[in-house]
């Protein structure tokens, strides 16, 4: 079992629609969880970043994680076609003080007009 | 968020060559960096891990003396690809990390595309 898992897509929303991207983790006491995303040719940027329980809300982006359930979503809400993109879910464990980010292997989202 | 940047952006070389890659963080202090390689359409894959002061940890199946890093400052860490192969020719991303409260994500840099003839 990878250690962070994601639907690798791609994932097709109509523009104006949620775009709902997920992931689960095998890590019981992983305590930060992070989603980026990565346009093709460059380099991922940091979106959101969430700890507890619970949606985090960021303009059009919430986070919801569940620590129970082991799963950490990412909702994009009116999407856009410039939302089109690679989106990374990544977990930083608890044995870990150093940064070190188990990543997923991405989930690609294409927002049609 | 904090600002990280690579030098060069792109390179191509040739084969035999060695190639130094520069990454700095710009308005943080950065206790460690990470090296990152990426393949078209592939997930990203940590090479190496570096603190400020001490010697890189490499992860499995990466050839420590192929790729130099050294970690020179609280802001700058550097990636040589040493006699570089066409093999090695990828994207290849830093990023760092400050741990604190204020930094406690990696903030990537904008990456380094390596193509060797």
């Known amino acids: 079992q990878k250690e962070v898992e994601q639907n690798s897509g791609p994932l097709s929303v109509p523009e104006g629609a949620i775009a709902s991207l997920n992931c689960t983790y095998s890590?019981?006491?992983?305590?930060?969880f992070f989603w980026y995303r990565q346009y093709s040719g460059k380099s991922p940027e940091l979106i959101m970043s969430?700890?507890?329980?619970g949606d985090k809300e960021d303009g059009r982006f919430t986070a919801q994680l569940n620590k129970a359930s082991q799963y950490v979503s990412l909702l994009i809400r009116d999407s856009q076609p410039s939302d089109s993109a690679t989106y990374l879910c990544?977990?930083?464990?608890?044995?870990?003080?150093?940064?070190?980010?188990?990543f997923g292997q991405g989930t690609e989202l294409s927002v049609k007009p | 968020g904090a600002v990280v940047s690579q030098h060069p952006s792109r390179v191509i070389c040739k084969s035999g060559t060695s190639v130094k890659i520069e990454c700095r963080s710009l308005d943080f202090q950065a206790t460690t960096m990470f090296w990152y390689r990426q393949f078209p359409k592939k997930s990203l894959m940590l090479m190496a891990t570096?603190?400020?002061?001490?010697?890189?940890?490499?992860e499995q199946g990466v050839e420590k003396d192929k790729f130099l890093i050294n970690h020179a400052s609280l802001t700058l860490s550097t990636l040589t690809v040493t006699s570089a192969h066409p093999e090695d020719s990828s994207f290849y991303i830093c990023s760092a990390y400050g741990g604190t409260a204020s930094y406690n994500e990696q903030f990537f840099g904008p990456g380094t595309r390596l193509t060797v003839l």
């Open positions: 890590d019981r006491v992983s305590q930060s």
């Open positions: 570096s603190n400020e002061g001490s010697k890189a940890t490499y």
């Open positions: 969430i700890y507890s329980n």
């Open positions: 990544a977990v930083k464990p608890l044995y870990n003080q150093g940064g070190k980010l188990i």
